[in-house]
């Protein structure tokens, strides 16, 4: 009986953990990046012949080989991070904001019209402030029109807001063409350069020091809503359950629709940070992509603020490096990127092993621990 019963038993098991220590955890972060440098490296001997020690520091001379590397890598690692932290609120709730990208372009479309448009009228610090606040609303908007129809129509959150990212690249599409300089180029170019009027200033000799400030001041304040604040706590409990939600008293269709402001102001924030901040100008490619990268970083960093951080560095180093060794050892664009995707593999998947346990045939479950 207890034979016949082992051959029905599969070879492996899945459980999921009741609970993990915290330096438990961090043991099978660090686990994955060692076996992930170890898979790569025989990826790199076996296809190219190239040291792979030699390889890495080129992936990390790349990302922080020269100071000027250095501030490019912060200054994206800033962007990434705005816009993670932007994605937190509405995907703690369950609510699947795929629509970042047009959040980021509305909010850059904006900056750059009231750069264009009054750059010569209005000094820096005022049309900084208007910029901000131009962003801020554009992004909300962009946030709130799905984030309405969801709470009054049940709509698909995922593909409304996936949509709106169509959308915003027509407008930009538009804008750019409206707006292109010079005639026939198909590009904005650099706004008010010789005046350089509603760029960001160097706050302690750096060009990139107020993205800084301006995203982990975010980054502090994000951490405080979710974790300590009443909008928090009903942002947790929707997610978690809607109809435990509306037992408790929550106005579900009120705390979705304020979220995605939240979401979508964030976002549309990252936009203003771009344009002013960064490239002082506005395409169609201004948002490159990091509206899908985000939620990489807001889904790992299980929407802890301070952790985005370093998540949000590691892909950007990642892509920096990438970038390097492609040139430096004369790699075409696919073995660098595998290369970054094979330790990308192994750091995503230590999550699955921190959430559950791999069960051998005839071994109980125990305590999930």
């Known amino acids: 009986m207890s034979q016949a019963r082992q051959k029905k038993e599969p070879l492996l098991r899945i459980a999921k953990r009741d609970g993990i220590s915290r330096p438990a955890a961090y043991g099978i972060r660090l686990i994955a990046v060692a076996l992930a440098l170890l898979v790569s490296g025989a990826f790199i001997?076996?296809?190219?012949?190239?040291?792979?020690?030699e390889v890495y520091r080129g992936i990390f001379d790349g990302a922080f080989g020269t100071k000027r590397r250095c501030w490019v890598t912060v200054r994206d690692t800033m962007m990434l991070l705005c816009i993670g932290i932007g994605l937190a609120p509405a995907f703690k709730m369950k609510f699947w904001n795929i629509g970042a990208e047009g959040q980021i372009l509305i909010g850059g479309v904006l900056t750059a019209g009231?750069?264009?448009?009054?750059?010569?009228?209005?000094?820096?610090?005022?049309l900084l402030l208007i910029m901000a606040a131009a962003s801020l609303v554009g992004g909300c908007i962009w946030g709130v029109i799905p984030a309405a129809f969801k709470a009054k129509w049940n709509t698909n959150e995922t593909l409304f807001t996936l949509m709106m990212n169509y959308v915003a690249i027509q407008i930009t599409s538009y804008c750019v063409a409206l707006w292109e300089n010079p005639i026939g180029s198909n590009t904005v170019g650099i706004i008010n350069q010789q005046t350089k009027a509603g760029w960001f200033p160097e706050v302690f000799g750096q060009a990139?020091?107020?993205?800084?400030?301006?995203?982990?001041?975010?980054?502090?304040?994000?951490?405080?809503?979710?974790?300590?604040?009443?909008h928090g706590y009903e942002i947790t409990v929707v997610g978690d359950s809607v109809n435990t939600a509306r037992y408790a008293g929550i106005n579900v269709k009120k705390v979705t629709i304020r979220t995605m402001a939240l979401s979508g102001a964030i976002c549309g924030l990252a936009g203003f940070i771009a344009v002013a901040g960064s490239s002082h100008t506005i395409s169609t490619s201004t948002a490159g992509g990091r509206g899908f990268t985000a939620i990489i970083v807001a889904w790992l960093a299980q929407f802890n603020s301070f952790v985005m951080v370093l998540i949000s560095l590691l892909l950007v180093f990642l892509q920096k490096g990438a970038i390097q060794i492609a040139s430096q050892f004369n790699l075409n664009d696919y073995a660098s990127n595998i290369i970054t995707g094979i330790i990308l593999f192994f750091i995503l998947g230590s999550e699955f092993f921190i959430n559950y346990r791999v069960i051998p045939r005839g071994k109980k479950e125990g305590n999930g621990k």
Do not use: E, H
């Open 208 to 230: 990139y020091g107020l993205n800084v400030i301006l995203v982990m001041a975010l980054t502090i304040g994000m951490y405080i809503y979710l974790k300590y604040s009443k």
């Open 45 to 53: 001997y076996a296809v190219t012949k190239l040291n792979p020690i």
């Open 114 to 126: 009231i750069m264009r448009a009054f750059g010569s009228s209005i000094p820096t610090p005022a």
